[in-house]
């Protein structure tokens, strides 16, 4: 059973556009929730993270939304660039096994220019 | 300063051969994680190494991969009687602290087995 479900499996997005990440999780107990950024043929690397105690988090062009009664967060990108265009991975993990991230399946985004 | 690396990067191997994935953690991390990805999936967490400890090795699917870390650097997956489904890219990450919630796991570029 998947831990952490993630859509859209893929999204296409104009230059300057917002993208917009979901993801959403069934276990409560996790209290830790990382966004990573996967290039093609590299491994992933964190971009932003948050933790259940705040409801948002902005990292530059980069905003985590998070609805703990509703067990979803999103990962929000403003002023999408090409540069942008990569594979995310939302993460969840729970503090009794807090090494373990149960990943999404990712979202493949393409910036258009 | 040098990332995680991993080698070979990519490894092809006949069905039921024998495999070792080398993964070189960056220089004075505590921590060692193995994830195995799936083709268009998100990685999955195979075992986790404190230092030489194996601390955590519940996402090894079968008895046939094994992993270890015996001087708290380097790590080596080895998987025994390979199977097509072993197909995937196996991911190494490190982190520096040990263990400590909300450290960065930095990752390495993965070695893609392809099991023929």
């Known amino acids: 059973q998947q831990q952490v479900k993630q859509s859209p499996q893929s999204l296409i997005v104009q230059k300057g556009g917002i993208s917009i990440i979901n993801c959403a999780y069934e276990n409560t107990a996790f209290d830790y929730f990382p966004w990573y950024q996967q290039f093609p043929g590299k491994g992933p690397a964190l971009l932003i993270a948050i933790r259940p105690d705040v409801s948002e988090k902005k990292e530059g062009r980069f905003t985590i939304s998070f609805n703990k009664s509703a067990k979803q967060f999103s990962l929000h990108i403003m002023d999408s660039q090409p540069g942008d265009s990569a594979t995310y991975f939302c993460a969840a993990s729970p503090p009794y096994n807090f090494n373990k991230f149960y990943f999404g399946s990712g979202t493949k985004l393409n910036v258009k220019p | 300063g040098a990332g995680v690396s991993q080698s070979p990067r990519y490894k092809v191997a006949k069905r039921g051969q024998d495999v070792a994935l080398r993964c070189d953690p960056i220089s004075g991390h505590v921590s060692l994680f193995w994830y195995q990805q799936a083709l268009g999936q998100g990685p999955e967490f195979l075992t986790y190494?404190?230092?030489?400890?194996?601390?955590?090795k519940s996402g090894l699917p079968s008895d046939r991969f094994f992993a270890e870390r015996p001087e708290g650097s380097v790590s080596t997956l080895k998987i025994q009687r390979t199977q097509q489904e072993d197909s995937a890219v196996y991911l190494c990450?490190?982190?520096?602290?040990?263990?400590?919630?909300?450290?960065?796991?930095?990752f390495g570029p993965g070695t893609r087995l392809t099991v023929l």
């Open positions: 990450a490190s982190s520096p602290q040990r263990g400590e919630r909300g450290d960065t796991q930095y």
């Open positions: 190494f404190q230092n030489e400890a194996q601390l955590d």
